[in-house]
């Protein structure tokens, strides 16, 4: 069965340090990558997406993220984050021709707090 | 302006009370799904719909019903909500189109507690 795995459930950084959240995915065929964040008691946003050519994707606020397709990784990055960065964010997978209709498979979400 | 809405934004019941959670999304899309959130678990696929009439289970349908009369609506129904069904539950919406590239745009969500 195709999962998602976040390797962080909680990381916690002080303004200005760079980060990096590992996502790795179980499927063999072609995939479509996206990291979303929610926000303190919002919806999901989509911060970035691969669907194919570039592995480095840039997303929105700073954030970029590498598709290493030996590594079955979708890691995201920020040089510099801010306290506003608080949240919780998701990687997902979107897997398969026939995936169920465009199933979305979620990590279990890696909660990063920012300390001013 | 773009955007799915849910309704009701929070709410508490009591075990064995029905109730639906609607979900009406402006984009035209032809794909609809609704995910809870679960602590530790992410987001977790309860049902999907590709279209007006066309409906399929997730992983966790077990205790709820969808339907999807009109395009645009997709609402969430629990027949005798259980206390493992509190949680915080997602719709979200996609073009299918051209096909599964397509990024699912996501309600604000429904903080449901079933007591």
């Known amino acids: 069965a195709q999962s998602v795995s976040q390797h962080n459930h909680h990381v916690i950084l002080s303004e200005a340090a760079s980060l990096e959240l590992g996502c790795n995915y179980s499927y063999g065929g072609t995939v479509n990558l996206f990291w979303y964040v929610q926000y303190p008691g919002q919806h999901l946003q989509l911060l970035l997406k691969y669907f194919s050519g570039d592995p480095l994707v840039k997303g929105i606020k700073g954030f970029e993220a590498e598709f290493i397709k030996s590594k079955f990784s979708f890691n995201l990055r920020k040089p510099s984050v801010q306290w506003s960065d608080t949240a919780e964010y998701f990687c997902?997978?979107?897997?398969?021709?026939?995936?169920?209709?465009?199933?979305?498979?979620f990590g279990q979400g890696t909660e990063l707090s920012v300390k001013p | 302006e773009a955007q799915v809405t849910q309704n009701p934004r929070y709410l508490i019941t009591v075990t064995g009370k029905k109730l639906t959670v609607t979900c009406s999304q402006n984009?035209?899309?032809?794909?609809m799904s609704w995910y809870r959130q679960d602590p530790g678990l992410g987001l977790r696929q309860i049902y999907y719909?590709?279209?007006?009439?066309?409906?399929d289970k997730g992983d966790v349908p077990e205790g709820y019903k969808v339907s999807r009369k009109e395009k645009r609506n997709f609402p969430l129904i629990l027949e005798s909500p259980s206390p493992n069904q509190t949680s915080l539950y997602f719709c979200?919406?996609?073009?299918?189109?051209?096909?599964?590239?397509?990024?699912?745009?996501f309600g604000p969500g429904t903080r449901l507690t079933v007591l």
């Open positions: 984009m035209n899309h032809e794909y």
């Open positions: 997902a997978v979107n897997a398969g021709v026939y995936n169920q209709g465009g199933k979305l498979i």
């Open positions: 979200a919406s996609s073009h299918l189109r051209t096909g599964r590239k397509d990024t699912q745009y």
């Open positions: 719909s590709m279209n007006v009439e066309v409906t």
